[in-house]
């Protein structure tokens, strides 16, 4: 397996210290360099080229979304590039925010639940593959709040599509679909890319198309 080069940002000196040791302990990971703000952490992505980019959400000069900064600026100069940003703020406008230019190579997890090794190398090796992760805490968070959302697309979709993109939002595979609907896997797939087309992600992989359908349908006020 080809080890994953990091670059890792993070202001808070006994995070960074941390989560740089965290890195350091997998043969499967190396880090590149360390930053404790978005200008630092441009240099240093321009300098070394790394694999995935771990980020804080708020670092200096502004404090406020520099994490979300840094990925956009990753979609566009590098795109190739993953990034798994670390938050302390479930709240759902900064998940979506970042998945907004897509959510290929792009995962949002929470400081208090990265436990350990695991979990943020499964992370990394996910957006390394253009994967996408969602931390499930911020995900319940997105179904509380989608009162307060405002409408998307999902009014074009057909009642069955509306049904079956209810329970993708439960986790459920094709499979599981079919038999909690009682019809064809294949019916439940035809629904499925036209619930992608209707949404605009025909381009996405898979996994991708899933994960920004689901968060169109939790950000709905009229979704479920």
Same mark, same amino acid.
């Given at each position: 397996?080809?080890?994953?080069?990091?670059?890792?940002?993070?202001?808070?000196?006994?995070?960074?210290?941390?989560?740089?040791?965290?890195?350091?302990?997998?043969?499967?990971?190396?880090?590149? +360099?360390?930053?404790?703000?978005?200008?630092?952490?441009?240099?240093?992505?321009?300098?070394?080229?790394?694999?995935?980019?771990?980020?804080?959400?708020?670092?200096?000069?502004?404090?406020?979304?520099?994490?979300?900064?840094?990925?956009?600026?990753?979609? %566009?100069?590098?795109?190739?590039? *993953? /990034? /798994?940003?670390?938050?302390?703020?479930?709240?759902?406008?900064?998940?979506?925010?970042?998945?907004?230019?897509?959510? &290929? +190579?792009?995962?949002?997890?929470?400081?208090?639940? /990265?436990?350990?090794?695991?979990?943020?190398?499964?992370?990394?090796?996910?957006? &390394?593959?253009?994967?996408?992760?969602?931390?499930?805490?911020?995900?319940?968070?997105?179904?509380?709040?989608?009162?307060?959302?405002?409408?998307?697309?999902?009014?074009?979709?057909?009642?069955?599509?509306?049904?079956? $993109?209810?329970?993708?939002?439960?986790?459920?595979?094709? &499979?599981?679909? &079919?038999?909690?609907?009682? /019809?064809?896997?294949?019916?439940?797939?035809?629904?499925?890319?036209?619930?992608?087309? %209707?949404?605009? $992600?025909?381009?996405? %992989?898979?996994?991708?198309?899933?994960?920004?359908?689901?968060?169109?349908?939790?950000?709905?006020?009229? +979704? *479920?």
């Amino acid at each position: 397996m080809a080890v994953i080069r990091v670059a890792l940002a993070e202001d808070n000196v006994l995070l960074r210290e941390g989560i740089s040791r965290i890195i350091d302990a997998r043969d499967d990971l190396e880090l590149v +360099g360390t930053a404790c703000d978005l200008p630092e952490l441009l240099d240093l992505i321009q300098k070394e080229e790394p694999d995935v980019v771990v980020t804080d959400i708020r670092m200096p000069p502004t404090g406020t979304d520099e994490g979300i900064q840094a990925a956009s600026w990753l979609r %566009k100069h590098r795109p190739q590039v *993953g /990034v /798994v940003v670390l938050s302390q703020f479930t709240a759902p406008a900064y998940a979506l925010a970042l998945l907004e230019t897509g959510s &290929a +190579g792009r995962a949002y997890l929470l400081k208090e639940r /990265v436990a350990g090794v695991n979990e943020l190398a499964q992370a990394i090796h996910t957006v &390394a593959q253009a994967g996408s992760m969602i931390d499930p805490v911020v995900v319940d968070e997105l179904i509380q709040a989608r009162s307060t959302r405002r409408t998307s697309d999902l009014s074009w979709l057909t009642p069955r599509e509306s049904e079956i $993109l209810g329970e993708m939002a439960q986790g459920k595979s094709n &499979a599981a679909i &079919a038999s909690s609907l009682q /019809v064809s896997e294949r019916a439940v797939e035809k629904h499925t890319n036209s619930i992608f087309s %209707k949404l605009g $992600l025909t381009e996405e %992989k898979e996994v991708n198309r899933r994960v920004k359908a689901v968060l169109v349908y939790l950000s709905d006020p009229g +979704g *479920g």
